[in-house]
């Protein structure tokens, strides 16, 4: 498989399109985007909607400890394991309709249009949504814990709000103690597969239709803390100040220089500083940062982090300030299985689709996963490379694409032995 029996198959693109559309709504912003954060209500009605979608094709539906909601169709024979595909259903605040919420439905119509033509495949098949992978709360919670990489520490010290994550599982009905019990047996897993838009703008650039993504880029996330002396910001002469945002400001921009001038493949971001106590006529007495970086290369991930931490200390030392850095949490670059990427490939070729490999820029939960089975991911394009904006855009036809393209995959992938 595919054979001449089933290369022809294809999802049903206006069953995927109505339930595109339908999800959509959920935490529908003004902007055009959405906004659900993990366990919002919106977020928590949405995944109810897709499993009684699911209960409504009549497939089995299953949720773990950790909140993963999952669908399943028995395709295999008795006691086969599963190939897993999915993605995520939470936004970042007043994100786009795209990012996670496709993959997920994609992999839901593969289950469908799979169990519409009455394959038999030697593995069963399961279309997940893994929780909080955007980290408004802890970030990857789901998959982490599906994969048995979560600590109790990561919980304990989310890099969200620990308000909102405590309100988060009380309204889930989860406890940090089902969240930790929530590891899946990797013996079970066939494989994971994951399509996603690009989030970037090289295959808009290069007109390709198809990214076999290859590997995914690492991401480390820190606190930072500047601490100065507060005081009168009208009457202390500027040469007698700590002010902790001088510290922060100077800091934010040198990220960018230290980036730009050394690092080609990698990526920061200071996403946001918060200054207490706040107020206009008082000096900052603190400034917190919050830090990411990324790199494919986990050479590059260290000089990195040791030219970043450089900068942040002589910042301190220049404005007489203490600082902290804390360290909150990562995701280590992840290579994808090269079998998977290969049957990417040729299914995007049997489609007459054009395809490129790829780097993948962007967190994913295959990050996680392929820690612990074969994975693969497939991208399609995002319009001008927006992404966690409500102008998230991609057009139709690629999201149609790549829903074929990841059915073919799940079949082509039955020539495999992904056990090995
Ligand atoms: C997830 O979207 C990430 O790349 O942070
Ligand atoms: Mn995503
Ligand atoms: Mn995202």
Redesign the pocket.
Known sequence: MPNSQTSHIRINPNRLRADFDALSQFGATASGGVNRPAFSPAHLEMRRWFHEKARQAGLEILSDGAGNHSARLRCGPDGAKYLLMGS?LD??PD?GRY??ALGVLAALEVLRTVQEQRLKLPYHLEAIDFTD??GTLVSFLGSFAFCGLLTAADLEKPRGDPQALAEGLQRAGLTHESILAARRDPAQLAGYLELHVE?GSRMEKAGVQIGAVTHIAGIRFFRLTYTGSPGHGGTIPLEERRDAAWGASAFTLAVREIVMGGFPECFANVGRVEYRPGFFNTIPQQAELALEFRSPDPDQFDRLEQALFENAREQAQRFKLELNIEFIGKRDPARMDARIVSAVRESAAALGLSCTSIISR??HDAQALATICPTGMIFIPSQGGL??SPLEYTRWEDCVNGANVLLQTVLRCANLDLSS
Request: aromatic fraction near 0%; hydrophobic fraction near 15%; avoid cysteine.
């Open positions: 995520h936004s970042v994100g990012d996670g992978e955007e989030q962007a967190g992404s966690h």
